[in-house]
């Protein structure tokens, strides 16, 4: 049996998550920026009456930053802690695909980069139809710590 993953673009390549992480996918929206946060945290968005913390993918992976345009989205996600409280946020991406299923034969294992911190961000890399995917391990790319600190910070807001 295989996983479901969302498909996304950042910066002309694809990458995916589990759908078991997705929440849902908005359309770019006004982002209310919060002083003294992450170069990666663009700010702060109501979704579902409730305040979601917005990530910036792009910076947060140190690719060139890149002006909202038409397909820009939003994709709401959500995570556990250590405590398996449910910390959700928002991540922007250049554009939304489509809902794959990748069977595990389908699936290489992250490739290694010596001691590169991306390479512990990659869960793996998919192939579907000679396009390669790259898996996001959002576990990875947020630390307990930095999960613990954009709690906090959504916290701080009394929302």
Known sequence: MGSQFLTFKLDGSQYAVEVYNVQEVLEYTQITKIPCTAPYIEGLISSRGKGILVVNLRKKFSMEDAEPAKDTRIIVMELHDSNNNIINFGAIADSVQEVIELQEEEIDPSPKFGNSISAQYIKGIGKKEDNFIILLNLDQIFS????????STVSSLNL
């Open 144 to 151: 307990t710590e930095e999960i613990i600190r954009l709690e």
